[in-house]
C-alpha cells in the first residue's frame, strides 16, 4: 500500500473508534450547546464552533485520545490480510503462541479439576456482605492457598522460547558463528549499538538527565529546576505528545503521577471511576479460580517486598477488579494471544458453551502483581491506580508474556540482550556459555517482569519514564545488558551458574541511567 492509503485507513480506523466513544458524545453536546451563544455567527459557524472547542480545552482532549488511539492501534496493513496475520505476521510465531495457550489452559483446567474448586461460582449473600465490609482490608485475610500452585513461572515460559525455531530459515546461511552462542534462535532483527544510539539521542552522555547525579555541562540543582518548570508547563498545556517527549529524560518525582497519566490519556474521568465500581461489585459478587492465583502470588512476591508489602490491599483490589474488565479483551486485536475460553460446567465440547476465562481473558502467572506494585507508590486513589495499571498492560506488559516477533515483545528483548552481550562482551558471553551460566538464563526474570521488584523503586520509575518516554520497552534488554557489563569484571571469575546467579542477586543498589548511558554511548564499536 501506498502512504497515502495507509493514512486514509488509519484515519478511518480511528474516527470509527472514537465515534463510539464518551468523549465523542460529551464534545457533540458542547458542540451543540455553544450555538446558543452570541458570539457563533451563522456564515461563520465551522470555524465559530471549531474555535469554541479549541479555546475550551476540548480539542486538546480529542488530540490526545487521537495520540493514544495512535499508540495502541494495529500497523497498517494490506486490507486483503486476515485477523490473524494482523496479530502476528509469523506462522511459527502464531503456532507457538497457540501451544503455549493451551498449555496454560490445560494446567488451569487440571487444576479446578484436582482441587474440586469450580471456575467461578455466585458468592453467597454472607460471603458478599464479609467481603464487602473487609474491601479495604483484604491483606488481613489468611486464606489457605497451600493446595494452589501458580499456573507457570517465568522459567518455564522461557523453556518454551529456546525451544523457538523457524523451520523456513536455514542457519548455515548465518555469516557470525556468535548467532549460535545464545539460547534464542529465531532470526529477528534486533537494534545494534550504532542504532540505539540514534534512536536514544536523548539519553546521550551530553544530555541533562533526572536520575544523575551529575551532568556534563549544566550543575544538576540547575537543570533539575529549570527541568520541573518545563514539567509543569506540559501538565498545564495537557498535552499527551509533549509529556512524552519529556519523559524521555526522566520525571520529576513531584510531576510523574500527573505526567504518566496524561501520557497514557488515563484522566479518572466519572465513567472511569463508575466502571471501576461495577468491577468492585462484580469482585463480591462472583468468586473465581483465578482470584486465588491472584492471592497466592501477592503473597509470594509483593508481600515480601520490603517496598511494597504496605500495598497489598491495594494490589487485590486492582488485581481482582481487571480479572473481570472485559475492556481489556480489546487488546487481543494487536496481541499474538487469543484469550482462554472454558466450557459452562456439563456442556464441555458445546462450542456455542465456550465463555473467555477469565473475563480479561488475562491469566496470572508467578510475578503478575508486580506490573501493580510500582504505581501504587504514584497513585493512592484505587480506580485513578487501577485505570493507569490497565494502560500500562494493553500498551506494554501484555507483551512481555506473549509469543511475538514484536520488537518490544519478549522474544525480541531476549535476542537483543543476547547480541548486545555477544557483540560487546563476547569473552564474558563465551566464559559464562563455557560454565553452563547462559546470560538470558539470569537476566529473563528481570526483563518479563520490566525489572519490577529488582532495582529500588526510584530507580524502576526512572527505567519505567523511558518506557513511556519511547513508547518501547526495548530499553529494559539495554539495561540487562549494561548490568552484565557493569559487573562483568566479577563474572568472570564465577565457575557456576549458582556463582554467576549470586554475583547478580541484588541488584537494588545499581543506578540505572548511568549504566545504560555508559552502555549506550561509552561503549567501543
Request: with cysteine; aromatic share 10%.
Amino acid at each position: 500500500m501506498d502512504e497515502g492509503s495507509e493514512l486514509s485507513l488509519t484515519i478511518a480506523h480511528i474516527v470509527q473508534r472514537l465515534r463510539g466513544s464518551h468523549l465523542h458524545s460529551q464534545i457533540e453536546r458542547q458542540a451543540k450547546e455553544c450555538l446558543h451563544q452570541p458570539e457563533i455567527k451563522l456564515d461563520s459557524l465551522k470555524e465559530d464552533v471549531r474555535s469554541f472547542l479549541k479555546t475550551s480545552g476540548w480539542e486538546r482532549q480529542l488530540q490526545n485520545a487521537v495520540y493514544r488511539e495512535l499508540h495502541v492501534q494495529l500497523p497498517p496493513s494490506h486490507p486483503a490480510a486476515p485477523p490473524e496475520h494482523l496479530k502476528e505476521p509469523l506462522a511459527y510465531m502464531r503456532k507457538a503462541q497457540a501451544s503455549w495457550e493451551k498449555r496454560v489452559l490445560k494446567s488451569l483446567n487440571s487444576m479446578s479439576t484436582e482441587l474440586g474448586v469450580p471456575l467461578a461460582r455466585m458468592r453467597p449473600e454472607a460471603e458478599q456482605k464479609e467481603l464487602a465490609n473487609k474491601w479495604n482490608e483484604m491483606g488481613t485475610d489468611e486464606p489457605d492457598l497451600t493446595s494452589f500452585r501458580p499456573v507457570y513461572a517465568p522459567k518455564d515460559f522461557l523453556e518454551v522460547l529456546v525451544g523457538l525455531r523457524n523451520q523456513n530459515h536455514d542457519g548455515s546461511e548465518d555469516v557470525s558463528v556468535r548467532s549460535h552462542w545464545g539460547l534464542i534462535q529465531v532470526p529477528l532483527n534486533v537494534r545494534d549499538i550504532p542504532q540505539l544510539r540514534q534512536a536514544y539521542s536523548e539519553l546521550s552522555l551530553t544530555t541533562g538527565q533526572l536520575g544523575i547525579d551529575d551532568h556534563a555541562h549544566i550543575h544538576p540543582d540547575m537543570f533539575e529546576n529549570e527541568y520541573v518548570q518545563m514539567g509543569k508547563k506540559v501538565l498545564v498545556e495537557q498535552d499527551s505528545a509533549a509529556a512524552q517527549q519529556y519523559s524521555r529524560q526522566g520525571c520529576s518525582t513531584g510531576l510523574r503521577a500527573d505526567l504518566w497519566a496524561l501520557i497514557l490519556n488515563s484522566n479518572n474521568q466519572p465513567q472511569d471511576v463508575m466502571h471501576y465500581e461495577q468491577l468492585t461489585a462484580g469482585v463480591i459478587q462472583h468468586d473465581l479460580l483465578v482470584d486465588n492465583l491472584i492471592y497466592k502470588d501477592v503473597k509470594l512476591t509483593a508481600s515480601n517486598d520490603d517496598y511494597y508489602f504496605v500495598f497489598e490491599d491495594f494490589l487485590y483490589q486492582v488485581l481482582l477488579c481487571f480479572s473481570r474488565d472485559t475492556a481489556v479483551l480489546e487488546h487481543f486485536k494487536y496481541n499474538s494471544a487469543t484469550p482462554p475460553r472454558s466450557f459452562i460446567q456439563g456442556k464441555a465440547e458445546d462450542e456455542q458453551c465456550a465463555v473467555v476465562y477469565p473475563p480479561n481473558g488475562v491469566i496470572p502467572f508467578h510475578g503478575f502483581s508486580m506490573y501493580v506494585a510500582p504505581l501504587c507508590f504514584l497513585y493512592n486513589e484505587p480506580s485513578k491506580l487501577y485505570s493507569v495499571f490497565r494502560e500500562m498492560y494493553i500498551r506494554y506488559f501484555f507483551r512481555l508474556h506473549s509469543i511475538s516477533s514484536s520488537p518490544s515483545g519478549i522474544v525480541s528483548l531476549c535476542l537483543q540482550f543476547e547480541r548486545l552481550l555477544q557483540t560487546h562482551l563476547p569473552q564474558l558471553f563465551y566464559h559464562l556459555r563455557q560454565i553452563g551460566a547462559q546470560p538470558l538464563r539470569i537476566a529473563f526474570k528481570w526483563m518479563v517482569r520490566a525489572f519490577s521488584g529488582y532495582l529500588s523503586t526510584d530507580q524502576l520509575l526512572l527505567l519505567w519514564d523511558r518506557i513511556l518516554g519511547y513508547d518501547s520497552l526495548e530499553v529494559v534488554a539495554v539495561l540487562a545488558a549494561a548490568v552484565f557489563a557493569f559487573r562483568a569484571e566479577n563474572l568472570m571469575e564465577v565457575t557456576s551458574l549458582g556463582s554467576a546467579e549470586a554475583v547478580l542477586a541484588d541488584l537494588s543498589t545499581l543506578k540505572v541511567m548511568p549504566l545504560i548511558q555508559i552502555f549506550l554511548f561509552a561503549t567501543a564499536i
